[in-house]
């Protein structure tokens, strides 16, 4: 069973900038960024497998980046340039095959860290 630990949530102003993080403890192929806000399905925002082959959702391209440090074992989502549509809790997801953007694809899930940001 792998654990993912996310960490670096927090609030800011329209165009600040936040760094997330996810520690795994196990194996994983595969890692992404989730978010959601209440009412509404969980969002695919980006991902990147064990070769560095990443993806972003339209909305976040160019803004977002995420990448990897292979001897931790983590990976980070750099957000830059923030709206207040960017606000929702944020979830790192892991799984040890293929990148996909849909949710139900992946095994593992973090406990969600929350991003707030104002106007």
């Known amino acids: 069973q792998v654990q993912l630990v996310e960490s670096g949530g927090g609030s800011v102003q329209t165009g600040g900038s936040l760094r997330l993080s996810c520690a795994a403890s196990?194996?994983?192929?595969?890692m992404g960024w989730f978010r959601q806000v209440p009412g509404k399905e969980r969002e695919w925002v980006a991902n990147?497998?064990?070769?560095?082959?990443?993806g972003y959702a339209d909305s976040v391209k160019g803004r977002f980046t995420i990448s990897r440090d292979n001897a931790q074992n983590t990976r980070y989502l750099q957000m830059n340039s923030l709206k207040p549509e960017d606000t929702a809790m944020y979830y790192c997801?892991?799984?040890?095959?293929?990148?996909?953007?849909?949710?139900?694809?992946?095994?593992?899930w973090g406990q969600g860290t929350q991003v707030t940001v104002s106007s």
């Open positions: 990147i497998d064990n070769y560095g082959r990443t």
């Open positions: 196990g194996y994983t192929y595969c």
């Open positions: 997801a892991a799984r040890t095959m293929y990148c996909t953007r849909t949710a139900d694809a992946y095994n593992y």
